[in-house]
């Protein structure tokens, strides 16, 4: 089934029709068709939504949601399907590929995940946070709000939102990977000053992980000048 992409416009359509169908290893196969097409998929968008919103199939929704990243911004429509799932008991199960697509999907990703961070659900506004992780650099449009969860009472709260900041210029999953921004003297500045903030929280796992960062930006700003 994946050949089908070889196929083009008739290749996406018999995927979108084996989407529709009862054969669980087509459904997983046409999915890998419309990750291969690409953006030449985007027509596909309005089924996937329906697989990444149902709850039965986590395998299946796994796939759909990294689909949409492959397929990107034209993929757009499938993001409040996505934020759905942050409040599913799955969300543990599909986080990575959250984290794979929604950098993918351009603006309208990020304006979900603003609007998550000031939202009233703890649940949400921590999975936005962690989801900022893999935006790597890019996490710098959500520094306001990830500083404002920093004055949380929720002492996981502010410690998944410095995590977030910190993956600025050091991802926890990729120390030691260069990064343009670790050579930006303006950033270093920033995030040293809220980890120096930070190191008097009143938690010792806040304040073990502030340390530890301090540490590393003091580092990278030496390195920087």
């Known amino acids: 089934a ?3 992409a070889a196929f083009g416009a008739d290749g996406l359509a018999e995927a979108v029709a084996m989407l529709d169908g009862d054969d669980e290893d087509a459904r ?8 291969s097409l690409g953006e030449q998929a985007a027509s596909a968008v309005p ?26 911004p034209k993929a ?36 979900a995940i603003l609007e998550g961070l000031r939202g009233s659900n703890r649940i949400v506004r921590l999975r936005c946070a962690e989801l900022l992780q893999s ?9 306001d709000d990830l500083e404002r969860l920093l004055g949380s009472d929720d002492p996981v709260e502010r410690r998944v939102a ?12 990729q120390e030691g990977v260069d990064y343009p921004a670790q050579r930006d003297v303006a950033l270093l500045k920033r995030l040293r000053a809220v980890t120096e903030r ?10 073990s992980f502030a340390l530890e960062s301090r540490e590393y930006l003091t580092t990278m700003l030496e390195e920087a000048r």
Do not use: C, N
Not at 28 to 35: M, P, S, V
Not at 135 to 143: K, P
Not at 162 to 173: D, E, K, S, W
């Open 76 to 111: 757009a429509a499938v993001i409040p399907a996505i934020m759905g799932a942050f409040r599913s008991e799955q969300m543990p199960l599909v986080a990575s590929d959250a984290s794979g697509t929604m950098p993918r999907l351009g603006q309208p990703a990020r304006d």
């Open 28 to 35: 997983y196969a046409a999915l890998w068709t419309l990750a």
């Open 2 to 4: 994946r050949s089908l």
């Open 135 to 143: 935006y790597h650099a890019a996490t710098q449009f959500a520094f």
């Open 162 to 173: 410095l995590v977030a900041m910190r993956a600025a210029v050091i991802h926890p999953t």
């Open 47 to 72: 089924r996937l939504i329906p697989l990444i919103a149902q709850e039965d199939d986590v395998a299946l929704r796994q796939r759909a949601i990294g689909t949409a990243g492959y397929i990107g």
């Open 198 to 207: 930070m190191t008097k929280d009143k938690d010792r796992r806040v304040v």
